[in-house]
C-alpha cells in the first residue's frame, strides 16, 4: 500500500465507506472510488490536524525530506531538513508531528515535484496554511485546480486571502462530503468556516 491509497482508505473509513472499490494512479496523483475520479484524497482528521496547527507566521520557508539533484534550488533557502522519513515503512504512515507543526508556522512551504508531476508538500502546505512554492521548473497536475502558488524565482509575499482561497480548493476536491466538513477550527482558521459552505 502506498501513501496515496492510505490516505484514500483512511478518509474512506472515517465516512463509513470501507466497502468501495478504489484504485490510485501514483503518476497523477489522481484516485479512483468506485470507477470515479477523485483528486488525491486525504482524511478529515489529518486536516484537523493540521488546521490546529496553524499559528503566527514566524518563518518564511520550511522543507524536510530528500534534496536531490533535481531538487537543488531548495538549497538557496534556510529550513532546509534532509529526512528519509517519508521512505521509511515502519514511519511512513504516521503523521509527522514535527513537520506539521513547523508548517502550521510558515509562510511559504517548499513544494519541489521529483520523480512524478505532483507532490504531497503542495497539500501538506495548504492544509497548514502556507502558501506552497514549486521550483522554477516543476509542474504540478493539481495547480490546474486553481490554487494560488508561487514559483522559486517569484518575489514572494504571504497573502492571508490566498490562504484561504486555498483550503476552500483543498476542502471542494481533496476531502470526501466536503459539504458535511466540521473542523476543528482554532483561533486562526476562525475565517476559514465559510470554506465549507
Avoid at 127 to 154: Q, W
Amino acid at each position: 500500500m502506498n501513501l496515496q491509497e492510505h490516505f484514500l482508505t483512511q478518509a474512506l473509513k472515517e465516512e463509513s465507506l470501507e466497502n468501495k472499490t478504489i484504485k490510485v494512479d501514483h503518476l497523477t496523483s489522481k484516485v479512483y472510488v468506485d470507477g470515479i475520479e477523485r483528486c488525491l484524497t486525504f482524511p478529515k482528521s489529518m486536516l484537523d490536524y493540521c488546521l490546529s496547527q496553524w499559528s503566527e507566521r514566524t518563518q518564511d520557508y520550511y522543507f524536510k525530506g530528500r534534496v536531490s539533484k533535481v531538487r537543488g534550488w531548495l538549497r538557496k533557502y534556510p529550513n532546509i531538513y534532509r529526512s528519509n522519513r517519508g521512505r521509511l515503512v515502519t514511519k511512513k504512515f504516521d503523521l509527522d508531528l514535527e513537520y506539521y507543526q513547523e508548517l502550521g508556522r510558515t509562510k511559504f512551504g517548499l513544494s519541489p515535484t521529483n520523480e512524478c508531476p505532483w507532490s504531497y508538500r503542495f497539500f501538506e502546505s495548504i492544509m497548514c496554511g502556507a502558501i506552497p512554492v514549486l521550483g522554477d521548473k516543476d509542474f504540478d497536475f493539481n495547480t490546474e485546480l486553481g490554487f494560488k502558488f508561487y514559483r522559486h524565482s517569484d518575489v514572494k509575499i504571504y497573502k492571508s486571502e490566498w490562504a484561504e482561497h486555498n483550503l476552500r480548493l483543498l476542502i471542494k476536491n481533496c476531502i470526501i462530503k466536503p459539504k458535511k466538513y466540521n473542523g476543528k477550527f482554532n483561533k486562526n482558521t476562525t475565517r476559514f468556516s465559510e470554506a465549507v459552505s
